[in-house]
């Protein structure tokens, strides 16, 4: 796994708009040196279509990293909709299903999908409007389903948000979905490991969980954003990386990107964190994983 010479954390934004000041990009090269932020098109920030282009664009081996869930919950009821005919049978399906049902949404939005007369009832949406089946049968909590990857990380201390959870700042449904959106519209281009097997050459895309990269980087307690230079360089030395410029306050959209990165290079080559003990072929194939949860 040393042939990747570009890591690339990517953190992502389901917000409405056009642009999203919630989306940041940072690159670490495998020669070294600090990571950079890579600098949007416009200085209102970046569109979604436009982190779409840039990695379908991509020459050099890169590995990517999506701040996203990738999948839903499917091993915990045998399907990602239980009760609902057109539940598709696996993750390439599910990313299409979402992107046809918010076809007339616009940026990658995904409004279709939360607000499907179907689709809908899977989702925690608020006081009075939480769907009827955001809780299952047998759901291990009130928190909503999750995947198996998100259950191995709420063992290992990490709380992950349930990708059915709509409501409240850490809630992380809506960015996922457009994600998806996204992924369906990449395509073939790159390979997204585990859904796909992970070639031998050339980029992959992951899905990250930034508060695992904040943890090796040394952060604790219950907040793992980052809001300081100080504080930033500090994580990135326990990582390995040499420090980036600044003092003062940063945005946790850019710290967590500039973090993430030189995360993704200083473990990339851990062989266990590519065949985590729970990954089953049918799990890769369904919900996918998050790259570092054991």
Same mark, same amino acid.
Do not use: C, N
């Given at each position: 796994m040393t042939r990747f010479t570009h890591f690339l954390a990517?953190? =992502?934004?389901?917000? !409405?708009?056009?642009r999203q000041k919630g989306i940041a990009l940072a690159v670490a090269l495998a020669e070294g040196g600090p990571p950079v932020l890579v600098t949007?098109?416009?200085? !209102?920030? =970046?569109?979604?279509?436009?982190? @779409?282009? @840039?990695?379908?664009g991509l020459d050099a081996p890169t590995l990517v990293g999506l701040d996203l869930g990738i999948g839903l919950p499917h091993a915990d009821a045998g399907a990602f909709f239980p009760g609902w005919d057109a539940s598709p049978a696996d993750a390439r399906g599910l990313w299409a299903l979402i992107d046809a049902l918010c076809a007339d949404d616009p940026h990658l939005e995904a409004g279709g999908f939360v607000s499907h007369p179907e689709g809908a009832r899977y989702f925690r949406h608020g006081a009075? @409007? /939480?769907?009827? %089946?955001? *809780? @299952?049968?047998g759901a291990a909590t009130r928190e909503g389903r999750?995947? &198996?990857? /998100?259950?191995?990380?709420?063992?290992?201390?990490?709380?992950p948000v349930s990708n059915f959870n709509l409501v409240g700042a850490a809630q992380v449904g809506k960015s996922s979905l457009t994600g998806m959106r996204m992924l369906h519209r990449l395509?073939? %281009?790159?390979?997204? =490991?585990? &859904? #796909?097997? *992970?070639p031998e050459q050339g980029s992959v895309v992951?899905?990250?969980?930034t508060s695992v990269a904040a943890r090796l980087g040394g952060v604790s307690g219950a907040a793992t954003k980052i809001r300081s230079y100080a504080a930033l360089n500090d994580a990135l030395d326990r990582l390995g990386s040499p420090p980036v %410029?600044?003092?003062g306050a940063i945005d946790d959209h850019s710290s967590d990107a500039l973090l993430t990165a030189a995360w993704l290079r200083h473990v990339h080559g851990e062989r #266990?964190? =590519?065949?985590?003990p729970s990954l089953t072929p049918a799990v890769a194939r369904t919900e996918g994983w998050t790259f570092g949860a054991l």
């Open positions: 990517v953190d =992502w934004s389901g917000a !409405k708009g056009a949007p098109p416009d200085p !209102k920030g =970046w569109a979604r279509t436009e982190v @779409l282009a @840039l990695l379908a009075g @409007l /939480e769907g009827d %089946r955001f *809780l @299952l049968p999750f995947r &198996v990857a /998100e259950t191995a990380q709420r063992a290992a201390g990490v709380r395509g073939r %281009r790159i390979p997204v =490991w585990p &859904v #796909d097997p *992970l992951t899905e990250i969980y %410029r600044g003092d #266990d964190l =590519w065949h985590p």
